[in-house]
């Protein structure tokens, strides 16, 4: 797991920065001072607009970070300014990004849909079966805490080329939060309702699918959002084993080339991938299952 | 009046002791009384001397370990489908529309819904207090209104018995009082047994027929006083001389119990 840790954290730097809101809160706070008294509300109107403070960090951070590598000669290797990383991003071509693009997203959205129809009835079985429960766990932990960079190459081994051992090491790599997740909500039922069930002689499996399973919904949300992230990082992975395609692969690639630039502009992509796919999630949860939102996030 | 029909209700020497990791606990001890067929019967008790284990054994979801319970003369083997349960928590399913929720045992049980139950539930939810309520989700309500869905709920497949544990305790006072209210009217107009578990000796008072007092560690029953009363009741009642008198006495009775 601490390769696959390092991997998260490899990929992070790129993804916080669009998140922080910070350059915003010193225009809001020292606006007071100078402005009539009025124009508070107003710039702090504008801070809140949707993707403004978020729009003004990245810009903020653009800027501040060009400026660095010039003034400072910071050298590519270490540090490539963002102009240079655009303009390898742009010498890319569309239909080149396109392919990494789909053949990591290939990989991490099957690994991820396969590890939810592992883990839900997995989690489901355990709930259900306390002998089953008690042989499976230990399973499970020592599957998750077995590093998955260490048996990939066995898994691309046994399983051939072609996408299957990269979806197998992404399901790896996603499914134990899921399991843990889903078993921990399945359980999280109010007692009543399940007094109620017992006491109407309805059967199992309608208790599973008409009240234990909709209140575990809010967890395996929890979980999903974790593991769609981990997907990509297990798609990554994968790639960095065996692969012809791929953005890891191509990330992989040009660092080896010593195209450093390149090679950011394919973190980059991979960052705005995870976030997409990330934001995907929440907005399933939102539309198709509202009521599993904290009152306030409605 | 009902001479020949059995008791709703028959406890018989009931005890209940609970095997834990950490030891035995006895629950109830020798516990015997009856609940007459369309009596509310209200039980005051200190916390943990096995008022909710009682309900529980009621509805068959529980087995006595001396004793026995009989439920309309037979004894209970297991849930039966003329009890109807309020707990203290609504405890409704937030996903599901508030007539939903009140349709959900029959489609619990039997997987469908028709039309007809539709019907009933919009009655009950018109009976209840929540008239064009029927569309809205859990959480748009207050906690009274929520309560006032669970009994919809229990109400729904025509109970016979209707258990009630504390069904208000989680209530403001004054939205607990209307609720009062509400089940008179509620009962009056369609007549249940009722065991209603509470800790308002007001409340147990102004409902019931009949209040049983319990003592606990082990509980039994330490005193049963039935409640001189005429019905229909309403605000008024509680300001009659014999229901103060009553709940004086009751009190007492549970401070002294609370004391020793
Ligand atoms: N399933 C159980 N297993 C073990 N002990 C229990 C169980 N249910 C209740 N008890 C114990 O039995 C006693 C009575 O519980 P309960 O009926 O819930 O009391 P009350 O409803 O009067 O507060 C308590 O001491 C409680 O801890
Ligand atoms: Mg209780």
């Known amino acids: 797991m601490t390769q696959t840790q390092s991997q998260a954290t490899a990929a992070k730097p790129a993804r916080p920065a669009p998140v922080r809101p910070a350059p915003a809160r010193p225009v809001a706070s020292t606006a007071p001072a100078t402005a009539p008294l009025d124009a508070r509300p107003f710039v702090q109107r504008l801070a809140d607009l949707p993707g403004l403070t978020t729009g003004a960090t990245l810009i903020g951070t653009l800027l501040l970070w ?77 599957v998750q805490s077995t590093p998955v960079v260490a048996i990939a190459p066995i898994i691309i081994v046994a399983l051939g080329a072609g996408d299957l051992p990269r979806v197998v090491i992404t399901t790896l790599i996603t499914f134990f939060p899921l399991v843990v997740s889903t078993a921990t909500g399945l359980a999280a039922t109010p007692p009543e309702l399940i007094e109620l069930s017992r006491s109407l002689r309805a059967p199992a499996w309608r208790e599973m699918t008409q009240i234990r399973l909709p209140y575990a919904v809010p967890y395996i949300f929890s979980a999903l959002k974790i593991s769609i992230t981990l997907a990509v990082i297990g798609a990554v992975v994968a790639e960095f084993v065996a692969a012809e395609a791929g953005v890891g692969f191509f990330i992989q690639f040009s660092t080896s080339m010593f195209k450093l630039p390149q090679a950011w502009a394919g973190l980059i992509v991979l960052a705005a991938m995870s976030l997409t796919l990330f934001q995907l999630v929440v907005q399933v949860q939102k539309r198709v299952f509202p009521w599993s939102l904290p009152k306030s996030e409605h | 009046m009902m001479i020949q029909q059995p008791p709703a209700i028959r406890f018989d020497r009931l005890g209940q002791v609970f095997r834990t990791r950490s030891g035995q606990t006895e629950a109830l001890r020798d516990v015997s009384f009856e609940v007459a067929h369309h009596e509310f019967l209200a039980v005051l008790g200190p916390s943990g001397c096995g008022k909710s284990t009682l309900l529980r054994m009621i509805a068959g979801l529980l087995k006595p370990t001396s004793g026995q319970v009989e439920v309309f003369g037979m004894p209970v083997t297991g849930p039966r489908d003329d009890i109807g349960i309020v707990f203290q928590k ?36 018109a009976m209840v207090g929540l008239e064009g309520f029927g569309t809205r989700l859990p959480d748009e309500l207050s906690g009274g209104m929520q309560q006032r869905v669970g009994i919809a709920r229990a109400l729904h497949m025509d109970p016979d018995i209707l258990l009630m544990d504390e069904p208000f305790s989680a209530l403001d006072a004054l939205t607990r009082e209307v609720m009062g209210f509400d089940l008179l009217r509620i009962f009056a107009e369609r007549p ?20 049983l007092v319990m003592s606990g560690r082990p509980g039994s029953v330490a005193s049963e006083h039935l409640v001189p009363v005429a019905r229909p009741r309403g605000p008024d009642s509680m300001k009659d001389p014999a229901l103060l008198d009553l709940t004086a006495d009751l009190r007492d009775r549970l401070m002294t119990r609370a004391a020793a």
């Open chain 2, 90 to 125: 609504p405890t409704l399913l937030p996903w599901a529309t508030v007539e939903d929720n009140v349709i959900f045992p029959v489609r619990h049980k039997t997987g469908r819904v028709s039309p007809r139950e539709r019907e009933r539930a919009q009655e009950l939810l």
């Open chain 2, 192 to 211: 249940k047994t009722v065991v209603f578990i509470t800790h308002s000796v007001s409340e147990a008072a102004l409902l019931a027929d009949r209040v």
């Open chain 1, 66 to 142: 060009e400026a660095a590598v010039r003034l400072l000669a910071i050298p590519s290797y270490l540090l490539p300014a963002p102009s240079a990383i655009l303009s390898s991003f742009t010498a890319i071509g569309f239909e080149r990004w396109m392919t990494h693009i789909w053949s990591t997203l290939r990989v991490a959205i099957l690994g991820f849909a396969l590890a939810i129809v592992v883990s839900v009835p997995l989690a489901m079985v355990m709930m259900r079966s306390a002998l089953l429960s008690k042989t499976l766990y230990p399973l499970l932990v020592i």
